[in-house]
């Protein structure tokens, strides 16, 4: 079989087609493709007297941001003590220029504010940390009531009490704040689901 | 002893020049009288300071804020008291949020006490806008311009386009009120460049 230069011309055209061709549709699969599946895994930790996210209580203010980047806000709480704020949604607190706390809840700075600059699409993704005791965002009162017992107490009394709950655990001391879902009763532990979290040390 | 006439007269003019002062005279005439007027001037000034004005030289005249925080790439936010947020673009000047707690209070109040905020100085927009006006009053003032949220609750948010700015106001609902429009009063307001902002239609 004798082949002229066109023919190999136009073999080699019909394979280019080709291959851009299943390119393109081989794209457009990916784009119609379910998303990936949310991946299992271990939430960040947040320990007691120990570490918060994998950062060290007692860690210098400036490894702190080394480690973890300039934080997009920052916060003189009073003549010894700093937080830095990332994502809107988590602040480590400094005392004396040293790691000593941690902040978790929703838009720490005024979300009408940040919000009109900037979509804050992981919201809830931000609400992301667990104590080792299996404690994290949407643990009902009921819960943390089994887990925490008698240590457990409030600074108010009456119905209002289940929205703020604290206790000791060494030096720290640990808050938890709650929301609630209106349509269940005032006494029902069940319907108080965790929203919130502060761990001060008493270094403050 | 001989006494100094001299010295003598010197001290009966120093009593007498104290025992002249009126207490009253230490007071302000009425309660607003020495205080600041915040009047917040759209696409001219903030409190008394220029629009465009360079953030060192804000600090300069306000102190340096309690918190400051990165809003954009060209855009922040220098915090005073908790309830002042001066927004610069460029790091100049650019607008104002004003709101009754701009930082997390749970944080600020686990290690502060103070409590001072905006609500002691007060603030108004030359067009007589001001803290806890009604939202009917607002309607009468502005007409036309103002602009509703697509948002289900509405009557919250609205805003309004003045030059180079959006205003946007925020409103509570006192419910026992019931639902028209003087049941809604402002109790928030942020102001920047119409650019950077949620549009206002």
Redesign the interface.
Known sequence: MNLKANDFLTIAMAILIGWSLSRFFSDKNDLLRDPPSPVTRTKPLIIPNESFFGVSMGTSEDEVLAKLGPPTGYITLNAQSNAAIYDNSKAFIFTKGKLSGIRIGFSLIESKLTGSYRNEDNYYANQDWALPNGITYGTSLERIRELIGKRLTSDRNGPYSRFHQKYQDGESTIHFYFGHRADAADDDDSSYTLSGFLLTTSLE | MKSHPLLLLIFLCTISAVCSQDIRDKVAKTRDEKKPKLVIVPNKSIFGIDLGTPEEEVFKKLGKP???????PS?T?AIYKNSI?YLFKDDKLSGV?L?H????G???G???TDQETYRDIGWKLPNGIREDISLAKIRKILGDKLEDDPAPYRKHHKSYLDGGQVI?L?FSHYVDQGDDDSAYTLY?I?I?PKE???PAK
Do not use: W
């Open positions: 309690e918190a400051y925080v990165v809003l954009a855009a936010a947020a949020y709101n707690s701009i930082i997390d749970t944080l600020v686990a290690f502060s946007h925020y928030s942020l920047k950077a902002s949620t």
